[in-house]
């Protein structure tokens, strides 16, 4: 069964910093990856996706994403944050189709102070 | 079109009684799925639909729950004799196209006391 690890559950950074959220994922085999953004007390809003094609992919708000295939991983980066991006952050697989479930990490927070 | 939306937003109940959620799909997909999200962990799959056709459950949907896609366009998803472990935010998303693309309704927050 697909698995995901996201390897730091609360990454604390000052407005302006550079930020990484690390994602890794079990599966070898083609997949499907998401990043998603949560707000308190709200629902998951898409921020980017990797469905094939170029490794590098960009997303709302400034952000993109890394794919490595052979360190099964898929990144989250942001060359600046803002107070704003201040929220729960998660990472997601599938199978490469639709109608499959998707697999989550359990999420990294991301506090951005002034 | 205005994305997913589900009602109620929250919903206090006692142990033992009987709740009922409402999800609204994004009006042209064909696919609905539910999850189930509780406090520091990511959302857990429960059930998704094609159309009006119930294709896959998950483990954690016990006997207590059942969902339904009537007309292949809202879902409900209803618990029975409520627990305190049903306490989480239940979370509807759509999609459509050849993609995995999901999104997400805003939640009902079940708290059960």
């Known amino acids: 069964a697909q698995s995901v690890t996201q390897l730091d559950s609360q990454v604390p950074v000052f407005e302006e910093a550079p930020v990484e959220l690390r994602c890794n994922y079990s599966?070898?085999?083609?997949?499907?990856l998401f990043w998603y953004v949560q707000y308190p007390n709200q629902g998951l809003q898409l921020l980017l996706k990797?469905?094939?094609?170029?490794?590098l992919v960009k997303g709302i708000n400034g952000f993109e994403a890394e794919f490595n295939k052979s360190q099964t991983s898929f990144h989250l980066r942001k060359p600046s944050v803002h107070i704003s991006d201040t929220a729960e952050y998660f990472c997601?697989?599938?199978?490469?189709?639709?109608?499959?479930?998707?697999?989550f990490g359990k999420g990294t927070t991301l506090s951005v102070s002034s | 079109d205005t994305g997913v939306s589900q009602n109620p937003r929250h919903k206090i109940t006692k142990r033992g009684q009987n709740v009922t959620f409402r999800c609204d799909p994004i009006?042209?997909?064909?696919?609905l799925y539910w999850y189930r999200q509780t406090l520091g962990q990511g959302p857990e799959f429960l059930t998704y639909?094609?159309?009006?056709?119930?294709?896959?459950k998950s483990r954690l949907l016990s006997d207590r729950f059942s969902a339904e896609r009537p007309k292949g366009s809202f879902s409900t998803l209803e618990i029975q004799r409520t627990e305190q472990g049903d306490s989480a935010m239940y979370l509807c998303?759509?999609?459509?196209?050849?993609?995995?693309?999901?999104?997400f309704g805003p939640g009902t927050r079940l708290t059960v006391l």
């Open positions: 997601a697989v599938s199978d490469p189709q639709a109608g499959t479930a998707l697999i």
């Open positions: 599966s070898s085999v083609s997949v499907y």
């Open positions: 009006s042209e997909h064909n696919r």
């Open positions: 998303a759509s999609s459509g196209g050849q993609y995995n693309e999901q999104f």
């Open positions: 639909f094609q159309n009006e056709a119930q294709l896959e």
């Open positions: 990797y469905l094939s094609g170029s490794t």
